[in-house]
Nanobody, 115 residues
Framework: QLQASGGGLVQAGGSLRLSCAASGFTLDSYAIGWFRQVPGKEREGVSC????????WYADSVKGRFTISRDNAKNTVYLQMSSLKPDDTAVYYCAALLSGNPVSWGQGTQVTVSS
């Protein structure tokens, strides 16, 4: 099971760090993705990181502002979000990926960015 945490309310320009922790299995065999969803819209991919941590991907909308990382010893993946914008407001989810497809979702964490 995956659990996302670290969300909250922040002013525009601020920062938050999200964590995705696993229980019951180890993350080091999986690529991990961060996704976000706004009510009424489809869930969108934000970032992902390979199992080794050697490869990362970012959506254009967050490139240069968000940084994904992982600590396999802690069985946790992080999403450092900086220069946050109101458009980043969403529920953020993490998921374990196999061949690029989510196979296990965590519960989301709400991020709200005020203008």
């Amino acid at each position: 099971q995956l659990q996302a945490s670290g969300g909250g309310l922040v002013q525009a320009g601020g920062s938050l760090r999200l964590s995705c922790a696993a229980s019951g299995f180890t993350l080091d065999s999986y690529a991990i993705g961060w996704f976000r969803q706004v009510p009424g819209k489809e869930r969108e991919g934000v970032s992902c990181i390979s199992a080794s941590g050697g490869s990362t991907w970012y959506a254009d909308s967050v490139k240069g502002r968000f940084t994904i990382s992982r600590d396999n010893a802690k069985n946790t993946v992080y999403l450092q979000m900086s220069s946050l914008k109101p458009d980043d407001t969403a529920v953020y989810y993490c998921a374990a990926l196999l061949s690029g497809n989510p196979v296990s979702w965590g519960q989301g964490t709400q991020v709200t960015v005020s203008s």
